[in-house]
């Protein structure tokens, strides 16, 4: 039986695991994410003696997932400032003597969701999650899309609602997906966390409304097989309906596919326990693991 390590770097929390080349979890902790310097020890004590063939991580970003940049493997420009154009993978692939594999958090649950989750077996589809930010993962003709850099879905522009005063939490665009739709959207607009405002339908009328013209813009663009939505604010199932119904209202009957025609099944909540980061981080030392050998 294969022994990976899987990171899923976070910008509060590092959850740090161990598995198998079955998507299996063996072992796995958790270590706030300070500064490098403090955090970095702790991930490579941790991983130093588990004798793990490969590691996989999937990063808060943005980060330089292109293989020929000089920077590749980084943290970028991220609003960390601790972490800003710190060499991760680098540092960690010295340390432990292992490859590494590199991508985004996002793409990291895309990754587990197409290989162990709702999205096997499909050439296509998308893994969002929306919690104190917004990200797009993407699989795209059975790999992980990238680009120039890798996707940035939650900063698409939406169309505001002409009653919603709010500005948008996002200092770089005043009606972006993730500004006006992530968790901290949602407090400052209405001045109490999601999860207190369960039974205020206002509020998820509108939540539905930005996550449907997102989901719109995508399936225009990405023409995915399925779209998984996860992250702490689809916990509220009631959203899932919702977003479904004012889907098929934004996208008029402009695209006729069998996907959908049974939008249940198109739009639908991740299916991993919110271990699908942790699960694709695994897939990505074994696909790292795979590339050097």
């Not at 039986?1 to 902790?29: D, H, P, R, S, W």
């Not at 999937?58 to 980060?63: K, R, S, T, V």
């Not at 996907?259 to 897939?283: C, N, T």
Request: charged share 20%.
């Amino acid at each position: 039986m294969m022994k990976l390590g899987a990171l899923e770097a976070g910008g509060t929390k590092m959850v740090c695991a161990v598995g198998n080349e079955k998507g299996e979890i063996l072992e796995q902790i958790s270590i706030p994410t300070e500064t490098p310097e403090i955090t970095v020890p702790r991930l490579i004590s941790f991983y130093k003696d588990k004798g793990i063939e490969a590691l996989g991580i999937g990063c808060f970003g943005p980060i330089d997932v292109n293989r020929s940049s000089a920077s590749y493997g980084f943290i970028t420009t991220t609003p960390k400032l601790a972490w800003q154009h710190y060499n991760i993978t680098g540092v960690l692939k010295e340390a432990l003597g292992i490859p590494v594999g590199f991508d985004t958090d996002v793409n990291g649950s895309v990754l587990g969701e197409h290989t162990w989750g709702i999205g096997r077996g499909l050439d296509s589809c998308i893994y969002i999650t929306v919690g104190t930010g917004i990200g797009v993962g993407v699989i795209s003709e059975g790999r992980l899309l990238h680009g120039m850099l890798h996707p940035e879905g939650g900063h698409i522009l939406l169309q505001k609602m002409p009653e919603d005063t709010y500005r948008g939490f996002c200092p770089f665009h005043e009606n972006c997906f993730e500004g006006l739709a992530a968790g901290p959207a949602i407090e400052g607009r209405w001045g109490k966390k999601a999860s207190e405002l369960s039974g205020e339908r206002k509020v998820w009328e509108l939540e539905a409304e930005y996550i449907a013209q997102a989901l719109v813009n995508y399936t225009c663009i990405l023409s995915p097989q399925r779209i998984i939505l996860g992250g702490g604010v689809m916990h509220q199932q009631q959203l899932f309906p919702m977003i479904r119904a004012r889907f098929r209202e934004l996208l008029n009957g402009y695209l006729k596919t069998k996907e959908l025609e049974d939008l249940d099944s198109y739009i639908v909540p991740q299916s991993l326990d919110d271990k699908q980061g942790v699960m694709g981080a695994l897939k990505l030392g074994m696909m790292e693991l795979e590339r050097d050998t």
